[in-house]
């Protein structure tokens, strides 16, 4: 993934989306303690209403972060790691991975999130491109 300076948040989390060969996404920006909701795709409105900001240690999104590491769920609807939040069944999707977005200065600024409507394993290599796909976003956060 590159990145233009003028490159939109939708942009970016469209391009990550696109090269993950996933269905839905969020990007949230770290504000304090928590995590708004930059910007998302494919997510079902009452998903939405619930990701709107996440605490820091809840869930994937926030648990990313926290970890500072991606989290990855080979199926959402199955899973009962505990890792996902059982809201996060309604958006029909299996395969799912969230990473933090570290700056260049070693800063978070928050957490990408991408997903499958199948079951499935992000392999390391893959969770390594998040990660770096995650710094580049930080760029234009």
């Known amino acids: 993934?590159?990145?233009?300076?003028?490159?939109?948040?939708a942009e970016l989390l469209r391009d990550v989306i696109e090269e993950f060969d996933c269905s839905t996404g969020t990007l949230h920006r770290l504000e304090g303690d928590e995590l708004r909701l930059v910007e998302h795709q494919g997510i079902p409105d009452p998903v939405v209403d619930r990701i709107e900001t996440i605490p820091i240690g809840k869930g994937m999104a926030g648990i990313a972060p926290e970890r500072r590491e991606p989290v990855q769920v080979c199926n959402l609807q199955t899973d009962?790691?505990?890792?996902?939040?059982?809201g996060a069944r309604v958006t029909m999707m299996e395969g799912s991975i969230a990473a933090p977005i570290v700056g260049s200065d070693g800063a978070l600024e928050g957490t990408i999130g991408v997903a499958k409507p199948e079951p499935y394993e992000f392999t390391p290599t893959e969770c390594d491109r998040l990660l770096r796909s995650g710094a580049l976003v930080a760029q234009q956060l």
Request: a negative charge.
């Open 1 to 9: 993934m590159t990145t233009e300076n003028d490159d939109t948040p």
């Open 80 to 86: 009962d790691s505990g890792v996902a939040e059982p």
